[in-house]
């Protein structure tokens, strides 16, 4: 099971961390993915941290701003969101992806499990 946290209402051009903690079963071999929904929307694909953490790869809407890590020993993944806009309000997710067939893997068909989300709200 996966459990985000850390959104809520933020003014334009702050910084929370959210955070995606696992319990029951360990990720720490899993890719894990940040993906965000707008209402009416599809969800979309926000940033993505190979198991190990060396690797990482973003949205180009969120590049240069998001940051995402990992701590394989709390079972828990950060995204740090810097400089909101408006436009990153959405209900954020954290998802694993248990095969890691792929790099970058974008697709949300691919991540098996998903946490519940939390919204993230910017106020400009």
């Known amino acids: 099971q996966l459990q985000a946290s850390g959104g809520g209402l933020v003014q334009a051009g702050g910084s929370p961390r959210l955070s995606c903690a696992a319990s029951?079963?360990?990720?720490?071999?899993?890719?894990m993915g940040w993906f965000r929904q707008c209402p009416g929307k599809e969800r979309e694909f926000v940033a993505t941290?190979?198991?190990?953490?060396?690797?990482?790869y973003y949205a180009d809407s969120v590049k240069g701003r998001f940051t995402v890590s990992r701590d394989n020993a709390k079972n828990t993944v950060y995204l740090q969101m810097n400089s909101l806009k408006p436009e990153d309000t959405a209900v954020y997710y954290c998802?694993?992806?248990?095969?890691?067939?792929?790099?970058?893997?974008?697709?949300?068909?691919?991540?098996?499990?998903w946490g519940q989300g939390t919204l993230v709200t910017v106020s400009s």
């Open positions: 998802a694993a992806d248990r095969y890691g067939s792929s790099w970058p893997e974008m697709n949300v068909r691919a991540y098996e499990y």
């Open positions: 029951g079963r360990t990720f720490s071999s899993c890719n």
């Open positions: 941290i190979s198991w190990g953490g060396q690797r990482t």
